[in-house]
C-alpha cells in the first residue's frame, strides 16, 4: 500500500491534508468534509495517487520530535512513504525577532527540517511537499510584473513564482534559508543560480501561502479570523491594519489544492497558492463581519447593540519587533486559482 506521511498534522493546515487525503475530493478545489480529523489517521502517496490504494499516516509533535534527525530518518525509512508532506513550521514572528536563542529554533524548524527531509526523500525516492511564506517578500515594489504560463502577457499585481525573496524579519529570512536548503539539496547548480533559476526537477513542490485561516487546530492555534471574531464578544470596536495588503489563503482550499498538485502531476517547483483576492488585513475583518453580523457592520459611526465598528489604523499602530512587509500578496500563475477569500469565508463561518 502507497502511504503518504504529513508531518504536523494536527496544525491548522495538517489536519486538513488529512482530511484531504483521506477522503476523496477531486475536481475542482471546494468545500472539505467536517468531521474529526485525527479519526482519519490510518496507517499507511505518490505523484499517482488514488483515494482507494493511498494511506495516510499524520504525525504531529506528540509522535515524534522532527529536529531530532536520526529518530526522523529511522521512522521514516521504516515507513516508505511515497510523499512526505511537511506542515510543521516556527511562526512565532516577534518573539524569533526578539530572541536569538528563539531564532536558532525558527532555524532549526524552517531551514534544517526541510533540508533534512529533502536528504531523505532522495534517499527513498519519495516526494517532498514544503511550504513557506509570503514574508520572504520585502514589499519594495518589485510585485508588479507581466503574466507567465497560463497568464502569459496579462498584467499582473503580485509576487510571482519567480520573484526573488528580500525578507524584512528573521522569520522571513528563515524560511527563505529553508527553500534555498531545500532547493540545494535536489538540484546541482551552476555557480551563482538561484532558486529561481535553478531546473527543479528533482522530486519536491515548494508552496507559498500567506495569512492561513480555518478551523481552530488540534494543537490549540487560531486564525486571526477566529480572534477578531472571540474579540467581538467583549469589545465594541475592533482597530485592523489597513496599510499591509496581502492575500488569505483558507486551510482546506490549500490542502485540496495540493492533493491536486500531486495526483495530477503537476512539474515540480514552486507554486503560489493563496486564495485570490488582495485585502488588508482591515478588509478582511469587515468582510469577516459583513458576513457575520449583515447589518451595519464596520460602517456604523458608533457602536450600537450588535453592531462592531471596525476602524481602520496604520500598522504604526500597533509596535511590533518584527517588520511586515507592507504589500505581499502573492500571483499564482502556474495553478488553476482558488476560489475568492470571500467565498471561503464564508464556508469557514457556516461550519464555525
Known amino acids: 500500500m ?24 477531486k475536481g475542482n478545489v471546494g468545500p472539505a468534509p467536517r468531521v474529526p480529523a485525527r479519526s482519519f489517521l490510518a496507517e499507511g502517496g505518490s505523484s ?6 493511498e494511506g ?16 526522523l530518518e529511522e521512522k521514516i525509512a521504516a515507513l516508505k512513504p511515497s510523499v512526505i508532506i511537511n506542515a510543521t513550521a516556527y511562526n512565532d514572528v516577534d518573539v524569533c525577532e526578539k530572541s536569538d536563542e528563539e531564532y536558532q529554533k525558527a532555524l532549526k524548524l524552517n531551514r534544517d527540517v526541510p533540508g533534512k527531509l529533502a536528504e531523505i526523500v532522495a534517499k527513498i525516492g519519495a516526494i517532498l511537499v ?102 467581538s464578544q467583549t469589545q465594541e470596536e475592533l482597530k485592523a491594519v489597513n496599510d499591509e495588503v496581502g492575500c488569505f489563503t483558507y486551510a482546506p482550499d490549500l490542502a485540496k489544492a495540493t492533493k491536486k498538485l500531486i495526483e495530477e502531476k503537476y512539474p515540480f517547483g514552486i507554486y503560489h497558492l493563496p486564495n485570490e483576492g488582495e485585502a488588508s488585513w482591515y478588509d478582511g475583518v469587515v468582510e469577516l463581519f459583513n458576513l457575520s453580523h449583515p447589518v451595519g457592520a464596520g460602517f456604523k459611526p458608533a457602536p450600537t447593540p450588535g453592531v462592531i465598528l471596525i476602524t481602520p489604523v496604520p500598522a504604526s499602530t500597533f509596535p511590533r519587533p518584527a517588520r511586515r512587509p507592507s504589500y505581499s500578496a502573492l500571483a499564482n500563475t502556474k495553478f488553476p486559482k482558488l476560489r475568492h477569500y470571500h467565498d471561503a469565508l464564508a464556508e469557514f463561518l457556516e461550519q464555525l
Open 2 to 25: 502507497k502511504k503518504i506521511l504529513i508531518l504536523g498534522s494536527r496544525g491548522m493546515l495538517g489536519q486538513e491534508l488529512v482530511l484531504a487525503f483521506s477522503l476523496s475530493c
Open 48 to 53: 499517482s495517487l488514488s483515494v482507494s490504494d
Open 56 to 71: 495516510v499516516v499524520g504525525w504531529d509533535k506528540e509522535d515524534l520530535d522532527v529536529t531530532n534527525f536520526p529518530l
Open 130 to 231: 514544503h511550504y513557506s511564506t509570503d514574508y520572504v517578500f520585502g514589499g519594495d515594489g518589485d510585485a508588479v510584473g507581466v503574466g507567465t504560463g497560463a497568464h502569459i502577457g496579462a498584467p499582473l499585481r503580485g509576487y510571482d513564482e519567480t520573484a526573488p525573496p528580500s525578507p524584512l524579519s528573521r522569520y522571513g529570512q528563515s524560511k527563505w534559508e529553508g527553500e534555498k536548503v531545500l532547493a540545494l539539496a535536489f538540484v546541482e547548480t551552476r555557480h551563482g543560480a538561484s532558486l529561481q533559476t535553478a531546473n527543479m526537477s528533482s522530486g519536491f513542490y515548494l508552496i507559498r501561502l500567506s495569512r492561513l485561516f480555518g478551523r481552530p487546530a488540534g494543537s490549540g492555534k487560531k486564525s486571526f479570523f477566529v480572534k477578531m471574531l472571540e474579540l
